[in-house]
């Protein structure tokens, strides 16, 4: 887990059990205890970190079919995940 600059926020890794047992990205509000899921995808996300200001969040993806991963981050204002391949 990594808690956000403004330590407001705790970004972290969540496993969803199930056939595929995949790990997703979330973040919870240290204040509120308010939820968000960050990551909806069959590849496993790992390794969350924050942009020095806190407006984005990093994360490492990686493919359990042999495919290549990634380097990604995610605009906490917006949601949509960028990624360049590693």
């Known amino acids: 887990?990594?808690?956000?600059?403004?330590?407001?926020?705790?970004?972290?890794?969540?496993?969803?059990?199930s056939a595929e047992d995949h790990a997703d990205l979330a973040m919870a509000s240290l204040r509120s205890g308010e939820v968000r899921r960050l990551t909806t995808t069959a590849a496993q996300e790992r390794s969350p970190y924050w942009s020095?200001?806190?407006?984005?969040?990093?994360?490492?993806?990686?493919?359990?079919?042999?495919?290549?991963?990634?380097a990604c981050w995610l605009p906490t204002d917006t949601m949509e995940a960028r990624c360049l391949p590693v």
């Not at 887990?1 to 059990?17: D, F, I, L, N």
């Not at 020095?52 to 990634?70: K, V």
């Open 1 to 17: 887990p990594q808690v956000s600059p403004t330590g407001h926020w705790v970004a972290y890794v969540t496993r969803e059990h």
């Open 52 to 70: 020095p200001d806190g407006s984005r969040i990093g994360f490492l993806r990686t493919f359990e079919d042999g495919t290549p991963g990634a």
